[in-house]
């Protein structure tokens, strides 16, 4: 595996486009960084295009709503690409209340010769223009231009924790905490409200949704997790208000390792339909389930994150690491899922092979072209070369974030305000 | 980064103290001071929450189910009651003492009518009302130049006396660790705090709540109280409004409309005019 570091802000999200050509980062600070992928050289057969900077932008400013008396953050919560249509690119870029989209073009020519305006663009006068000429155009130095072609806002009260563009690529879905909503891609003054979860009397507030996603395939699926460790499937045809759900997914409570943090750990943080349509993956605190979309009452396959951690809940819902949502990716052809974890770690699972791996996103432990090293963190009784025990875990070093190639063995992931790209060397 | 000897705790059972005697009553008594300090520490994290101006709505949410669950352990056990007693003999006054036992002992299913109070004190100023279902059990009257006061909804839950008798007496919660946050159960019926009892429903209302210092002007809270405090509802807005509203302090006394009328009327009557102004302005409307 090979690495790239890039220090600036804190990462917020960090995702792929549809073809893994281009991978974006949204950071605390409101920015968004674009990389891509350099050409292959057909010379060098054993290398994998890199990826450089292409393109960074000022995504959203902080905000005061002047009504409520709050600064609205504009770090990125959530960034998701557009299917490609044409050369440029776009991007859906929010934060916590308004959504834009982003278009990003390459102008790579100039127009010279105009009639009316100098070289540097200043009026001509107009006694001196006697003759009439067309403009030619003449290469130039490649610009990438990150232009905001439509804003999405004031729609939600709540903080937007996902947005998921649909399958029929006209619409989106945004979700907050109580609301979910969608939007026609070219109709930013309205906004059609699908799901509400919020009482009459806010008292009575129990559950809030995490996270929201559409079907890949089917645009009228759409599923939603929820703080109480649930999935809804929903069905945009049933009905204008999905309230009411098509599917319910949740898996029975053990009745034996039941404490007062069951429930806190069972709140979902990410949900991610496979690419075929078939499953769907959710992350809660300990775990990562994958589920059969036929089947509600439990999911398939069921793999434990950091289980060593389980022990530990109280000392983690003190200092908050127990709130901590981590996110959860397939790979191109759903046979392996990734999730982050603490002290840098980030774990792989198999799904065919039921083999996983426990790898460190870290500069010290990982040179450039480096294969990197599998961890272990050490549970109890004697601590073996090389393992951690779990003491000495680093609780502030934790990887929310991370993204996998939609279709080759890349793999991005976001340590705080580092973040590392690894690549599979083919021999 | 943890405290050594940090075991998990209370599942059920308990049999997981293993440096205690094996009598049943020092376990118990373990787990139940355990169970004592994890609520001390839900509640602490409540409080923090309400300190700031948009807290974290998941994560105030999981920490209030946490200590519910306590709760309704802790009134199984019977352990509720006890505290509830040694709390009254700390000398409350009887009606409080009630009040928090009614409280307590009621379920949350019953819905008796809400109280109403509001929130930042300025004299005489008690009860304000907050319209419709709509709206979120707090709603704020943004006004920059002179801060008016906050409507908030007393629930009838628990924890909302519970919470609000915490953020009263932070010292008593400290302080009395025995059968400790008992505290809890100062009774703020009477609405009288001088900082903002901070209840679950006001962690859940924050986002629609400014949390202003008291104004002063008993004139302006008078004219205030016809609010129809629904239009700052978001909800409301987004559908009856084209802009955010960004309001100064005189907007609002313009915008003093019968309730549940759209609040983009351009010329709606200000309520210091004149009656000839008024009949003036209504012959507009009416187009007469």
New interface residues.
């Given amino acids: 595996f090979s690495e790239k570091g890039q220090s600036a802000d804190i990462i917020s999200t960090v995702e792929f486009n549809c073809s893994g050509e281009l991978l974006a980062t949204g950071d605390k600070g409101g920015r968004v960084v674009i990389f891509q992928r350099e050409q292959e050289s057909k010379n060098r057969l054993l290398s994998r295009g890199e990826y450089n900077v292409y393109s960074t932008f000022q995504s959203h400013e902080p905000e005061f709503d002047?009504?409520?008396?709050?600064?609205i953050e504009e770090k990125i919560n959530k960034i998701r690409w557009l299917p490609q249509q044409n050369a440029a690119h776009f991007l859906l870029s929010a934060n916590d209340k308004t959504i834009k989209l982003w278009k990003i073009s390459e102008r790579d020519k100039r127009a010279e010769g105009y009639n009316l305006k100098d070289e540097d663009g200043r009026l001509r006068d107009q006694f001196r223009i006697t003759t009439l000429r067309v403009p030619v155009l003449m290469p130039m130095d490649l610009m990438v231009e990150a232009s905001p072609r439509r804003i999405f806002a004031?729609?939600h009260?709540?903080?937007i924790n996902s947005i998921s563009v649909n399958s029929d690529y006209e619409t989106y879905l945004s979700a907050d905490?109580?609301r979910i909503n969608l939007w026609h891609l070219e109709i930013t003054d309205r906004s059609f409200n699908i799901v509400d979860i919020k009482p009459?009397?806010?008292?009575?507030?129990?559950?809030?949704i995490?996270a929201a996603e559409c079907h890949p395939h089917q645009c009228n699926a759409f599923v939603y997790s929820s703080?109480k460790g649930t999935i809804r499937l929903c069905d945009m045809r049933a009905a204008a208000l999905c309230d009411r759900h098509s599917k319910f997914f949740e898996e029975p409570e053990d009745p034996s390792?039941?404490?007062?943090?069951s429930?806190?750990i069972s709140?979902i943080s990410d949900v991610k339909f496979s690419h075929s349509g078939r499953y769907m993956m959710t992350r809660d605190y300990l775990s990562v389930k994958v589920w059969d979309l036929n089947m509600e009452n439990r999911p398939v396959e069921t793999y434990q994150v950091h289980e060593y951690l389980?022990?530990?809940?109280?000392?983690l819902?003190?200092?908050?690491c127990i709130?901590d949502k981590f996110e959860c990716c397939w790979n191109g052809s759903d046979s392996a899922i990734m999730t982050g974890s603490y002290n840098n770690f980030f774990r792989m699972f198999d799904r065919n092979t039921r083999r996983d791996i426990t790898l460190e996103a870290s500069r010290e432990n990982s040179k450039p072209r480096a294969m990197l090293k599998p961890r272990k963190v050490c549970t109890g009784g004697k601590r073996k070369k090389d393992e951690i025990s779990v003491?000495s875990?680093?609780?502030n070093k934790k990887i929310l974030h991370t993204a996998w190639h939609p279709k080759e063995n890349v793999i991005a992931v976001a340590a705080t305000n580092n973040l590392y790209i690894f690549q599979d060397k083919i021999n | 980064?943890?405290?050594k000897g940090?075991?998990?705790?209370?599942?059920?059972g308990g049999e997981e103290i293993s440096d205690e005697s094996l009598l049943g009553a020092r376990v118990a008594s373990s787990y139940s001071l355990q169970?004592q300090s994890?609520l001390d520490?839900s509640l602490i994290k409540l409080q923090l929450c309400h300190m700031l101006?948009?807290p974290?709505?998941?994560?105030s949410?999981?920490i209030?189910?946490?200590v519910r669950?306590?709760q309704e352990e802790m009134t199984h056990d019977g352990s509720w009651h006890m505290v509830t007693e040694a709390f009254c003999s700390a000398g409350q006054s009887p009606s409080e003492r009630l009040v928090a036992t009614e409280v307590l002992c009621r379920s949350?299913e019953q819905?008796a009518e809400?109280k109403l109070f509001s929130v930042i004190s300025y004299e005489g100023c008690r009860e304000e009302e907050v319209v419709a279902?709509?709206t979120?059990?707090s709603v704020?009257v943004?006004d920059?130049v002179s801060n008016v006061c906050l409507a908030g909804?007393m629930?009838q839950?628990w924890e909302?006396s519970e919470l609000s008798g915490v953020e009263r007496d932070e010292e008593a919660l400290e302080d009395s660790r025995l059968g400790s946050g008992e505290d809890e159960e100062i009774d703020t019926e009477d609405g009288a705090s001088t900082e903002s009892p901070k209840?679950?429903?006001q962690v859940?209302?924050t986002?629609?709540?400014?949390?202003?210092s008291p104004g002063p002007d008993s004139a302006l809270e008078e004219l205030f109280s016809d609010v129809d405090t629904s239009y700052?509802d978001?909800?409301t807005m987004?559908t009856g409004m084209q802009s955010?509203?960004?309001?100064g302090p005189y907007d609002l006394l313009d915008s003093l409309a019968p309730s549940h009328s759209s609040p983009s009327i351009v010329s709606t009557p200000n309520c210091r005019s004149d009656l000839n102004e008024l009949d003036h302005i209504m012959e507009i409307i009416v187009g007469s």
């Fill in positions: 002047y009504l409520k008396s709050l600064e004031n729609a009260t709540y903080h905490d109580l009459a009397n806010m008292e009575e507030l129990t559950e809030v995490t703080s390792s039941r404490s007062f943090f429930e806190i709140s389980r022990s530990k809940l109280c000392s819902y003190e200092n908050d709130f003491d875990l680093d609780f | 980064m943890f405290s940090t075991k998990r705790k209370f599942s059920d169970r994890l520490m101006v948009e974290n709505l998941c994560r949410v999981l209030a189910n946490t669950q306590i949350r819905d809400p279902d709509e979120l059990c704020s943004s920059t909804r629930g839950c909302k209840t679950i429903g859940f209302g986002f629609e709540i400014k949390n202003g700052y978001l909800d987004l955010a509203p960004k309001m």
